[in-house]
């Protein structure tokens, strides 16, 4: 069981990692969430929404780089977050 | 190698998606740039953001506090069943300050405001009403005529029909008889003129046949008794020839015998003086 600060602390971070991506455009985050959270391949996810591989690539790319530019502006760092509790 | 390639490969690399030659290349190009390993860098640090997230997200059930410690009062079954409770009781409580009276009797329902009033079927009831027996009588009555009525109309179209019937099938028996008597008349008619016709036709054809054929048959006869008669004469003519030809050889044959029988008795006739005037002069 985590103590009451560290779970504190993840929802935090859940809710503002859910912001981030709700910032994102569609295309780039139905691709992030595809990759991150469900694992499919590059593949797969080409084959999914019918476009090619390196357009999935490339949308991950910008959809990945525009998380960092926003996590950056919140201050959310791997630092920031304790990681290795 | 471009920007995009470098995008989706970078991409690649991070998720473990790039393999063999691709890979090897693209490890070369990191140790060359060191820019492409910063950004790398930072692409791992945020995935280690998200994925630690991620994590404790799916570790954790999903109503975070307390799950099992839950106040029986707060579970949605108690919850509904004591707000389906609570409105019954405040519509109870209205139904009862407005008055309201809700009855059933006899499927049906009635509602009210204040005091019952009584439903209209009683009202009806009191109307004074023809007695069944009148009714009947009624029913009867226009029974009776509308079975007359129909009873006369069908009875005449019946007559109307029959009559009908009978004239037309008079007619048309009539008219079948004349046509069939008419037909057969016709027809007898036409085949005597048709056989007479072709024994005619026969006779004819037959007649011509002989009279052609036996004319035929006599010129033929004749141009060959013809014919015959000129084959003969030739005949004769060349026999005579031939005869004369004979003759005249004939005559010629003797005439060079005679000659030369005379001239050798003359050279016989010579030789025996020329002998008899040796032997002399012997």
Redesign the interface.
Known sequence: MDNPER?LQ??E??DV?QGALLELNNEQREVVIM???EGL??REIAEVLNISE?TV??R??YG?DG??KI?ERKK???ET?G?GF | MDSKGTESDLIAYLYGELEGKEKESFEQYLLDNPEAREELEKFKQLRSVMGNVKDKEVIAPPIFVGDHHQRFWNAPYFKTVVSIAASLLVIMLVGKFIGMKVKYSDNQLSMSFGSIVEPYIEARQTIPALTSAQVQEMINTSLNQNNIAMQASWSETQEKLDASVKSNLALNSAKIDNLVRESSAASQEQIQQFVSGLQTENMQLVKNYFQLTSNEQKQYIESLLVDFAKYLQQQRNDDLQVVQTKLNSLEQNTDVFKQETEQILTSIISTVGNKKSLGTRN
């Open positions: 779970q993840q929802r971070l859940s990692l990759k991150e959270y391949k590059f390196n690539k490339s991950m790319y990945l998380l960092r996590l959310i760092t791997k977050i990681y």
